[in-house]
Nanobody, 127 residues
Framework: VQLQASGGGLVQAGGSLRLSCAAS????????LGWFRQAPGKERDFVAA????????YYADSVKGRFTISRDNAKNTMYLQMNSLKPEDTAVYFC?????????????????????WGQGTLVTVSS
């Protein structure tokens, strides 16, 4: 499976961006999917995840109420709608897929558990 993240950019605090993650190959609709982010000099942190059907979603406390994860299995694409952005949201955002866990009953918060990764897209939020 190849994942391609896009949609990053420069935005002012309070603004919005929508990230996309397009997949090719594999069986996209069976994978649990997630978004992670990594700021310079910091660890790669969990942001959000979604079950294979889209019926279950999970969020880091820092983004709850501001970010929304979704997926369109017909288009092999996942999205992350980011509203009310803050300077502390500045990071490279990565999409990832877990081929062995659909996230229907539980989710993996650790990036080590994911099998496939996109290349990352930079989000910069200015104050």
């Amino acid at each position: 499976v190849q994942l391609q993240a896009s949609g990053g950019g420069l935005v002012q605090a309070g603004g919005s961006l929508r990230l996309s993650c397009a997949a090719s190959g594999g069986t996209f609709s069976t994978y649990g999917l997630g978004w992670f982010r990594q700021a310079p000099g910091k660890e790669r942190d969990f942001v959000a995840a979604i079950s294979r059907s889209g019926g279950r979603t999970y969020y880091a406390d820092s983004v709850k109420g501001r970010f929304t994860i979704s997926r369109d299995n017909a288009k092999n694409t996942m999205y992350l709608q980011m509203n009310s952005l803050k300077p502390e949201d500045t990071a490279v955002y990565f999409c990832a897929a877990d081929r062995s866990n659909s996230f229907t009953y539980s989710v993996n918060f650790n990036h080590y558990d994911y099998d496939y990764w996109g290349q990352g897209t930079l989000v910069t939020v200015s104050s």
